[in-house]
């Protein structure tokens, strides 16, 4: 049994493990398990590729010197120049390392020229569970550009007084400060979760008498699907107040058993949402 033959399989092997761990970590595919694999593989790359250097320290030799005159051939020059374009280039953010860098997690988040588009995806959360009433069911989808919402939603009479919350949530999520990609931010866990403010919703704030929480969570920054309840009767109105950044928009319907059970929530802009609808289960 040769030590040499073992080497060179091993450092075969491990290269293949990280070519493919690699390029699943390229295009954005991070879970715990690629992660280890490849840090792992990079060790036990690195550990037998110092014996593989040393093994064939006599040929690398050769490459990077002419026999005779003790010149350094061209060829080393290349090859360092080459690398070192690479490091210093990565190092120091410098286009087209950047773009290149990000590349593959753009194409399998979907970017496309002038911004980006989102995977239908919807997350299904409740509130007001243990509470007497009828179920109100919420579909909520937000605008392309909106990546960190903060979103409550409220019942009030017809009188435009308060009834009681449907949707508050405890936290909010906040891209860290200085990052200008906020759904590159997002995506690569650069952000920070606060606790609910409720002054970032000056609409419900105003309107409201109970400030709890009735989500565990911030805002999904996906689509939901809201499953609530409701102790409101006969003919009242749902209330939405969607925020991101500096902007925040007041959406409405006005609910009437008489006249269906699908009713569309909604505002005078209607930028940040692309459509809010609840249907009512009177029964």
């Known amino acids: 049994m040769k030590r040499k033959n073992i080497i060179s399989l091993t450092i075969s092997l491990a290269f293949l493990s990280l070519s493919t761990t690699g390029l699943l970590l390229y295009f954005g595919l991070k879970p715990e398990a690629v992660t280890t694999i490849h840090v792992l593989m990079g060790l036990l790359f690195t550990g037998f590729a110092v014996f593989h250097i040393k093994n064939n320290w006599g040929s690398l030799t050769a490459y990077s010197k002419e026999r005779k005159e003790g010149k350094i051939k ?63 069911n919420f579909i909520v989808e937000k605008s392309n550009g909106v990546i960190t919402p903060v979103i409550a939603m409220w019942v009030e009479d017809t009188s435009g007084n308060f009834v009681e919350n449907l949707f508050v949530p405890a936290k909010t999520i906040e891209v860290t400060s200085g990052e200008e990609d906020k759904r590159r931010a997002l995506f690569e866990g650069e952000t920070e979760t606060k606790t609910f403010t409720p002054s970032l919703l000056p609409n419900w704030q105003t309107k409201t008498k109970d400030t709890a929480a009735n989500y565990n969570d ?10 609530t309840k409701t102790k409101a009767t006969g003919k009242f109105q749902v209330m939405l107040e969607a925020r991101d950044g500096n902007k925040a928009e007041l959406y409405k319907a006005t609910i009437d058993q008489s006249k269906g059970d ?5 505002s005078k802009t209607s930028s940040l949402l692309v459509r809010a609808i609840v249907q009512i289960n009177f029964f």
């Open 262 to 266: 699908i009713f569309t929530l909604k």
């Open 218 to 227: 911030a805002t999904p920054t996906d689509n939901f699907f809201l499953a």
């Open 74 to 136: 061209k060829e080393f020059f290349i090859a360092a120049a080459l690398v070192a374009v690479f490091l210093i280039g990565a190092g120091f953010n410098l286009p087209p390392f950047p773009q290149i860098q990000h590349a593959g997690e753009d194409l399998t988040r979907g970017e496309k020229k002038g911004g980006f588009f989102d995977k239908t995806t919807f997350t299904n959360i409740e509130t007001n569970k243990d509470k007497a009433g009828f179920k109100l």
